[in-house]
Nanobody, 124 residues
Framework: QVQLVESGGGLVQAGGSLRLSCAASGRAFSTYVLGWCRQAPGKERELVAAIMRTGGTTYYADSVKGRFTISRDNAKNTVYLQMNSLKPEDTAVYYC?????????????????WGQGTQVTVSS
């Protein structure tokens, strides 16, 4: 198991940027596939980005492609989500997720470790 703690959320104007961080405790961070998911009020949780163990392969939802960048630093046990050109529809609670494995995970239900979430609010 790995414990995940997100930070970096906040209020930003449309067009602005935020960088989310997720610090992990526990062993073998580099054996985990990582993802960032979000959940807006009244909507289902959705996966917005995922990254393989070494960071060489990534996935992005169409809604964030070209604006968000996921990265990881295995030496620091941390995964990041750089969010640029933010839109009001990006407003949600953002969650860090993880699962040990050897393939990229594309579904929310594939992840079995979750952080507590951090609120991102984009004003118009």
């Amino acid at each position: 198991q790995v414990q995940l703690v997100e930070s970096g959320g906040g209020l930003v104007q449309a067009g602005g940027s935020l960088r989310l961080s997720c610090a992990a405790s526990g062993r073998a961070f580099s054996t985990y596939v990582l993802g960032w998911c979000r959940q807006a009020p009244g909507k289902e949780r959705e996966l917005v980005a995922a990254i393989m163990r070494t960071g060489g392969t990534t996935y992005y939802a169409d809604s964030v492609k070209g604006r968000f960048t996921i990265s990881r630093d295995n030496a620091k046990n941390t995964v990041y989500l750089q969010m640029n050109s933010l839109k009001p529809e990006d407003t949600a609670v953002y969650y860090c997720a993880a699962r040990q494995g050897t393939r990229l995970l594309y579904r929310v239900q594939d992840y079995d470790n979750w952080g507590q979430g951090t609120q991102v609010t984009v004003s118009s």
